[in-house]
């Protein structure tokens, strides 16, 4: 390329027409209850819709896995089990999840009415749940499933709240009013506990005692109702120490693993601490403080995990928050930051560019919406008048109560898929001018019965289902019928679910990523593996093929950024380039990962990405930035010279006029649509906080 | 912000000997504010039409005499006076066509000047210093003159300036390379002399101006090296000096004109208002060295407001009337146009503040009540404090001022009256910044001797040193309780209104004196009078509504109001409580207070006294809630909320009580009544509450859009 074509080229990518889409009404649910697995450092976190998601701590918090909801199914509590994951509901059943399928694996009836509660025990052999009929019953772990075994002594109101003693031979249970402590071995009620109600007019209500966690030397903690922690002595039955929290209930407890550190969420957003230790320095006796309060919540605090270097909670502001305890780091790093994860890291968006539709997912239902237009031109900043508003043309509620877990719409927009953990719909779409018609494809195949993900392919001849052990179905689409034609398989034998899955423009390739971290692309011509991208540590985020080089770019959990030549099977010189001098530091220390990638069709060195606050257009034929390099160089830029500009230009293009991002696409060469979701517009819609007195009103 | 205009040319100038000096000797106004009378330097004087810009008259003397001072125009006779040779005093008529044949007197001395002060008598100014009123001198043209200043000293500037409807002349001299400054004043023939300071270059001040300012006198001199100084003088009431001893007159460095290159040589500076300045002969900040600019500065921030370049010489003299300023340049003598706005920064920034004050004070006529009940001037407090003052001063004008400690050695031992004096004196003495320490020492060591000897009582020189608003109430905690014992309620008053910081205990102390006060006693007391117009006005505008005397009516009569039943008939109310009592109740309620801390202290009062309290506190909700109008701008007033929230206050503190006491009863039906009438406003309120919300949230709305198509350019 001349010098001369190049400058031009610099001076015509500027302006880019922006359609900001903010009527995606994406509202994350609650969350109900967690369980932090230290060994693979998973976080399961269990939302009051049904769903359940799995968050890698060890790669950047990304949100591995997500196992759809149910309507009707709330879960109260969740459990680790080495590797296995359970939940209990208030339906009264105990699930084990298939964390391979995304699905429940099975559920089992308890016959205790509701559950409120439910734990393992330190050995793993045993899990314990508490009932509404007043019973704590043992279920006793098998390979295949669980075995209820017995009841412990059944008592008067319901179980609220387990912790089981770490030698496995005692539990405490938090009830109305009261704490008992069982004997495992005989099932009997060895001690009870009364727990003081609230002053004032909560006196006649009863104490609910929402937690309690049994530590090694037989101290006891509870949290209830009336806004309490308190401290007994698990031996002799006596209280320690009452610390008066809240005003509101305290509903949850968390121990760290080394009983350092007990932490306790309340109805007002905030977690206090309480550490084990010696309260001045003459005297060596430890006692259990309270320390610290974090206040990272707005609403309850429903579910809490200490984890030794940081404190995650999570509640009815739907917000996962992660807060790290300074006192654990020593040098700055990803992991000493606090961090909000408020957005679902699955892309809930598709885009048929031709036509300017966006296809938003919901858990019940599908929205199908077009783009408005505008003839007009403006100058950077201004905001053009509209000639055409925005269109919902589609309002599609799923069939079942299972939620929705993936959707796709075709690039011409002439199709649309959805599936749910039991079944995949797919819908032929007819647009001719204002009218839209929409006429189910009757009789799938058989072996279509529920995918990870979906992907149409670029001529819209081909639906691509991600179905079980990181198979791929390939199913051909004509105007009558659609037939099941092959099954992608990976070489590698992994079990794990895909989900990222991105077709070729040319419609040769086939790109998936799985959550063991590969990446396989596949031959579509002749339906077989080509070749499988070396495995990164860390997980894909987001995939794409580019339209005329076929190249793929895998952008990793951890920032990182490669491009894979399919057609030479090895990384590319730009991709080695990259690795070799290192991306900018302010790149790596962004806390969102990228979740989308998409190209420019005209100009072939451009890779747009984005994550929840910005979005770059990465343009590969300037020089990558250094360490010392003003990396948001934007506003720099603005107000330089045309003639300074190009001395100071670097490959990261960086916008950050538009926030709270779950979805960029490029329409065509100088248009884009960004779908925000405002933070506020979640929390206006949550329910009131409870009251707090500010001033002496 | 302040604006120069277009300006015009009023007449050409006379081609003078010197051409540095200009042709002009003085511009002065007669009764029109149209019109300006011209003196030129050598022999006519010319009386023009401004907006016309043609002379209406012209008179000349001989060839071969000379006016040596500007002509003036005697408002009261509304005849014109001029000097010629010094000595000759001319007097005459508009219609008068000849000079010549005008009433002439030749006196002893040299005049200097003839100042003719608006609404005043003409004054004149020898050279030597004596004044003399000009009807008094021309009916013995010939009397002996005193010679005032000494041989070598000669008078630089002299201007008069009416105070309270008595000039006072003011002027400079300069002697050995001295300046001083005179003021002498007509009404009690009292002299002072200043010594001016000059610059380090000992260069004398370029020009001086004079206005009055509240009761000061403000002088603005402009020196050589662009330094404007203010001073003030108090205008009344000023001790005369022996000669023994001449005071610096302080001065505040108000402005740095920039000067460019070298010092100014003609230039003069003239006051416009408060705020602004016009200056002639100074270089304009940002266009280069020349000086031929008229500009007007704000002094308060120091900012150039507007700036002229003038075309010709400029011989450094600018005059101002009514709006207009007149500067003779180069060959001409031109008129321009200004005008001066207050900035909103100034007034942001409260600098305004008295301005403000005084002004909402200033028409308040209090005619009949002061006059009625004391043979006294009808003047507010701080007029009566002045005049009392000047009367003290004459009366020790002899006296040596002492200093401080001396003062407060004095206050130790020393007779009240002494102290009265000696401390009103001190205060009158400075404006300087020291004051506020002195006057907090003063203050403590006053309420010391009183606490401890229960004789010693100086109310007014309490009241002066509180009126200095150096004072609050941490500084002299006792002071308030001192005023409650003597039952000194003015000071009491004062410092309610003028203290921020006074605690809930002693708020409650004052409110439990001031309500067991029988009404009669009251009475007697002398108190701020604009709160006192303002209780009245309070208490006869529903006299003057319903047409009846609220005195025909005693205290307990307080008659039942039924709003429920007649809403809609106009209330008849009475004041339940004195009218001075009143004023006293009304600076309570609005003193700062802290509910919590409050209540306890309420709890103190008596039923009878709260029940007193409240039956006015209802008086007063019910006065503001028929007459909208009621609370008129500058007055010190309760609010509606200070009022409600004193019956919430007083209803928790005494609610048992008053639920058991007999006389309590209708009362509290009555202010169920309110309360009811509160909620259903409120639920009115609420109604609309969602329309005012819609409202509220329409504007961000239109920016934050639920889609939006904008354009965004990358680099």
């Known amino acids: ?697 | 912000m302040a604006t120069l205009y277009e300006g015009f040319t009023l007449c050409g100038l006379l081609h003078t000997q010197n051409p540095l000096d200009s042709s002009i000797q003085g511009i002065e106004q007669d009764e029109d504010s149209d019109h300006v009378v011209v003196t030129d330097s050598t022999r006519s004087v010319t009386l023009y039409k401004v907006s016309d810009r043609k002379p209406l008259g012209s008179w000349t003397v001989k060839q071969g005499q000379l006016l040596t001072c500007p002509a003036v125009y005697n408002r009261q006779t509304q005849e014109f006076v001029v000097v010629s040779d010094n000595k000759v005093i001319r007097v005459w008529k508009k219609e008068d066509l000849n000079l010549e044949k005008a009433f002439k007197a030749t006196v002893s001395a040299d005049i200097w000047r003839i100042h003719s002060a608006a609404e005043g008598e003409p004054v004149v100014l020898f050279q030597r210093g004596a004044i003399r009123l000009l009807d008094s001198l021309l009916i013995a043209p010939q009397q002996p003159i005193e010679d005032v200043l000494s041989a070598e000293e000669v008078i630089r500037w002299s201007t008069a300036i009416v105070v309270e409807n008595q000039p006072v002349v003011l002027f400079t001299t300069e002697q050995r390379g001295l300046d001083y400054l005179y003021m002498q004043r007509m009404n009690n023939n009292t002299l002072q002399k200043y010594r001016l300071e000059r610059e380090d270059s000992g260069a004398p001040p370029l020009s001086v101006s004079a206005f009055l300012r509240n009761t000061h006198i403000n002088l603005l001199s402009l020196y050589p090296n662009g330094c404007v100084y203010q001073s003030a003088v108090l205008a009344q009431g000023q001790v005369a000096l022996g000669e023994q001893e001449v005071q610096a007159l302080p001065r505040s460095l108000l402005l740095r004109l920039p000067v460019g290159e070298g010092d100014l040589q003609k230039a003069s500076a003239v006051a416009l208002d408060c705020t602004h300045m016009a200056v002639v002969g100074v270089p304009h900040p940002s266009a280069g060295a020349g000086k031929d600019f008229l500009c007007i500065w704000n002094t308060n921030f120091q900012t150039l407001q507007a700036g002229k370049e003038i075309a010709g010489r400029i011989y450094g003299q600018v005059w101002c009337f009514s709006g207009k300023l007149f500067v003779p340049h180069g060959k001409t003598l031109s008129v321009i146009p200004y005008e001066c706005q207050n900035s909103s920064l100034a007034s942001a920034l409260g600098k305004l503040r008295h301005a403000g004050a005084e002004e909402a004070k200033s028409p308040v006529a209090v005619p009949s009540w002061n006059s009625l009940l004391y043979e006294e001037q009808p003047q507010g407090p701080a007029g009566a404090m002045g005049t009392k003052r000047s009367k003290q001063s004459r009366k020790s004008q002899s006296a040596v001022d002492l200093t401080l400690d001396q003062l407060l050695e004095l206050i130790k031992t020393g007779p009240a009256e002494q102290v009265q004096k000696e401390v009103e004196r001190l205060v009158s003495r400075g404006d300087s910044g020291d004051l506020q320490t002195s006057v907090a020492q003063l203050v403590c060591q006053l309420v010391g001797r009183s606490q401890a000897e229960p004789a010693f009582y100086t109310s007014a020189a309490l009241a002066q040193l509180v009126r200095t608003q150096f004072l609050c109430h941490s500084v002299c905690p006792d002071l308030l309780m001192i005023a409650l014992e003597h039952k000194d309620y003015f000071l009491c008053q004062l410092c309610l209104q003028m203290f921020s910081d006074i605690p809930e205990r002693i708020t409650c102390a004052c409110l439990k004196t001031f309500i067991s006060v029988p009404d009669g006693d009251m009475e007697m007391v002398r108190l701020d009078p604009d709160s006192v117009s303002f209780m009245e006005s309070l208490v006869a505008g529903g006299a003057q509504q319903n047409g009846f005397s609220p005195t025909l009516y005693d205290e307990d009569s307080c008659d039942a109001l039924h709003q429920d039943k007649n809403m809609h008939t106009p209330q008849l109310v009475t004041c339940p409580v004195g009218l001075h009592k009143a004023v006293l109740l009304n600076e309570v309620l609005q003193t700062p207070y802290t509910d919590s801390l409050l209540l306890p202290h309420l709890k103190d009062l008596e039923s009878l006294q709260v029940i007193l309290f409240l039956q006015y506190l209802q008086f007063l909700y019910l006065k503001y809630s028929q007459d909208v109008c009621m609370q008129m701008p500058g007055f010190r007033s309760p609010t509606m909320t200070q009022i409600m929230d004193w019956v919430c206050l007083l209803l928790d503190a005494h609610f048992t009580v008053l639920v058991m006491a007999p006389g309590a009863k209708r009362l509290l039906s009555e202010l169920h009544v309110f309360v009811k009438s509160q909620v259903k406003l409120f639920s009115e309120l609420g109604k609309i509450e969602g329309s005012l919300k819609e409202l509220h949230r329409m504007k961000p709305t239109e920016d934050v859009g639920q889609y939006s198509i904008e354009v965004i350019e990358l680099f």
Request: hydrophobic fraction near 35%; aromatic fraction near 8%; charged fraction near 20%.
């Open chain 1, 1 to 697: 390329m001349s010098r001369h074509n190049w400058r031009r080229r610099i001076a015509t990518m500027g302006e880019f027409k922006v359609h900001r889409v903010r009527f995606f009404d994406y509202m994350p649910t609650a969350i109900r209850a967690m369980a932090f697995n230290a060994e693979t450092e998973r976080l399961a976190l269990a939302r009051t819709d049904g769903s359940v998601e799995v968050f890698s701590f060890a790669d950047r918090y990304f949100q591995e896995k997500v196992i759809p909801g149910k309507d009707s199914l709330s879960i109260e509590a969740l459990c680790w089990v080495g590797m296995r994951l359970f939940s209990a509901g208030l339906n009264g059943l105990i699930t084990e999840y298939d964390l391979e399928n995304l699905r429940p694996k099975y559920s089992v009836e308890a016959y205790g009415g509701p559950i409120w509660t439910m734990i393992s025990n330190t050995q793993g052999t045993h899990i314990a749940i508490g009932c509404e009929d007043g019973t704590v019953k043992l279920f006793e772990l098998l390979v295949e499933g669980i075995h209820f075994e017995r009841n412990l002594d059944r008592q008067k109101g319901r179980i609220i709240s387990l912790s089981w003693h770490p030698s496995g031979t005692q539990i405490a249970a938090g009830m109305m009013d009261m704490i008992r402590v069982f004997d495992v071995p005989t099932g009997h009620a060895e001690k009870r506990f009364l727990v003081d109600r609230g002053v004032g007019g909560s006196k006649s209500r009863e104490t609910v005692v929402w937690s309690v966690a049994f530590l090694s030397d037989h101290t006891i903690f509870s949290g209830d109702s009336a806004g309490k922690v308190q401290v007994w002595d698990g031996h002799s039955g006596t209280l320690l120490k009452t610390h008066l929290v809240t005003k509101w209930d305290v509903l949850a407890l968390s121990i760290s693993k080394d009983e350092s550190s007990v932490v306790a969420g309340t109805s007002e957003g905030t977690v206090v601490q309480f550490q084990y230790i010696a309260p001045n320095l003459q005297k060596p006796e430890k006692e259990w403080v309270r320390t610290r309060t974090f206040k990272n919540h707005s609403h309850d605090v429903r579910a809490l995990a200490d984890i030794g270097t940081a404190i995650i909670s999570g509640g009815i502001d739907t917000q996962l928050v992660v807060r790290p305890l300074l006192e654990k780091f020593d040098e700055k790093s990803f992991a000493s930051g606090l961090r909000r994860i408020q957005f679902t890291h699955r892309n809930l968006v598709s885009c048929a560019k031709k036509d300017g539709l966006l296809l938003f997912q919901f858990p019940g239902h599908l929205e199908l919406w077009r783009l408005g237009e505008s003839d007009e031109h403006g100058k950077p900043g201004d905001i053009l008048h509209l000639k055409r508003k925005p269109e919902k043309l589609l309002h599609l509620k799923r069939k079942g109560e299972d939620h929705i877990c993936c959707s796709a719409l075709s690039s011409s927009g002439g199709w649309l898929a959805y599936s749910t953990v039991s079944s995949i719909r797919i819908y032929k779409l007819q647009t001719d001018d204002n009218n839209l018609s929409i006429t189910k494809v009757p009789k799938l195949p058989k072996v279509l019965r529920s995918a990870h993900k979906l992907c149409f392919s670029s001529d819209s001849t081909h639906l691509y289902a991600a179905s079980s052990k990181s198979s791929v179905l390939v199913i051909s689409l004509n105007q009558s019928e659609c037939k099941y034609v092959h099954t992608l398989k990976p070489k590698s034998g992994s079990r794990q679910p895909i989900h990222l899955l991105t077709t070729s423009a040319d419609g040769k390739w086939l790109a998936a990523a799985n959550s063991d971290c590969e990446v396989h692309v596949y031959n579509l011509q002749i339906l077989a593996l080509h070749c499988i991208v070396p495995v990164y540590g860390s997980c894909p985020s987001a995939l794409g093929i580019h339209p005329s080089s076929n190249n793929l770019i895998v952008v990793h959990a951890d920032q990182k950024i490669f491009e894979y030549s399919i057609v030479e099977k090895q990384y590319t010189d730009w991709s080695r380039q990259l690795q070799k001098h290192g991306l900018h530091y302010l790149w790596l220390d962004r806390d969102t990962p990228v979740t989308h990638v998409t190209f420019n069709p005209k100009n072939p060195e451009h890779i747009l990405l984005h994550d929840r606050h910005m979005f770059c257009i990465i343009d590969k034929s300037l020089p990558l930035p250094d360490q010392k390099t003003q990396f948001y160089n934007q506003m720099t830029l603005r107000s330089l010279s045309e003639q300074e500009r190009p001395h100071h230009l670097h490959a990261f293009k960086v916008c950050r006029n538009f926030q709270d991002l779950l979805c960029v696409c490029l329409l065509d060469e100088q248009s884009l649509v960004v779908v925000e979701r405002p933070l506020m517009a979640i929390t206006s819609q949550l329910p009131a906080p409870v009251r707090q007195k500010k001033f002496a009103t």
